[in-house]
């Protein structure tokens, strides 16, 4: 079966500070992997997408298959990331994503 | 630029009501989705659509139904609107990414209807 968690609901951090959000899966194929992130009143929009292998405002996520992770990190955080993170997964060629619960993220002055 | 648009911003509804929610993509894309988004839940599937007419049931489809009578348009329905509905719903198309590659599984989002039923 197809599984995404994100472990923190909510993850709070200071300007400047380092930022990882975590995000396990479980898939018995070659997964796909996204972040989606929703900053507040704007419609969720995709973030970066591990076969891409780039940074988006200043984040990346690796594709651990080992760990079956992907988690996101940022060096140093700023005010402007605060928002909803979603990690999501497809099968290859698949249509549809299976979404993580979100995590929160704040960042404090 | 891909443009996703839903019918209503925010909606109230009551007990028992029939409620349509619309969808409209301009992107010709063959797939659309309906989820709903709830706190410490996150997105979960309703239904999907591959093709005019042709509908997959989701993760949770139970008290929804949907029509894909046109490429661009998808519309979830609520029979009879239960106060466990009440939520944020979220319409989708997906399409070719940002560099044209038509493998990329990117996943538009409209900017959502928050329903109440009372």
């Known amino acids: 079966a197809q599984r995404v968690t994100q472990p923190e609901k909510l993850l709070s951090v200071f300007k400047g500070a380092p930022v990882e959000l975590k995000c396990n899966y479980s898939y018995s194929g070659s997964p796909e992997l996204f972040w989606y992130v929703q900053y507040s009143r704007q419609r969720l929009q995709l973030l970066l997408r591990?076969?891409s292998r780039e940074s988006i405002k200043g984040f990346t996520a690796d594709l651990n298959k080992g760990e079956t992770s992907f988690h996101l990190k940022k060096p140093f955080a700023q005010e402007e990331d605060s928002a909803m993170y979603y990690c999501a997964l497809s099968g290859r060629g698949a249509q549809k994503l299976v979404f993580g619960q979100g995590t929160r993220l704040t960042i404090n002055p | 630029d891909v443009k996703v648009t839903q019918s209503s911003r925010y909606l109230v509804k009551r007990t028992g009501e029939k409620v349509f929610l619309e969808c409209v993509q301009d992107m010709d894309h063959e797939n659309m989705f309906w989820y709903r988004q709830d706190p410490g839940l996150g997105l979960r599937l309703i239904y999907f659509s591959y093709d005019v007419k042709m509908k997959e049931k989701g993760d949770i489809p139970e008290g929804y139904s949907v029509s894909r009578e046109k490429k661009e348009r998808f519309s979830l329905i609520l029979e009879s609107a239960s106060t466990n509905q009440t939520s944020m719903y979220l319409c989708?198309?997906?399409?070719?990414?940002?560099?044209?590659?038509?493998?990329?599984?990117?996943?538009?989002f409209g900017p959502g209807t928050r329903l109440t039923v009372l």
């Open positions: 591990h076969i």
């Open positions: 989708a198309s997906r399409g070719p990414g940002t560099s044209g590659v038509s493998s990329y599984n990117e996943q538009f």
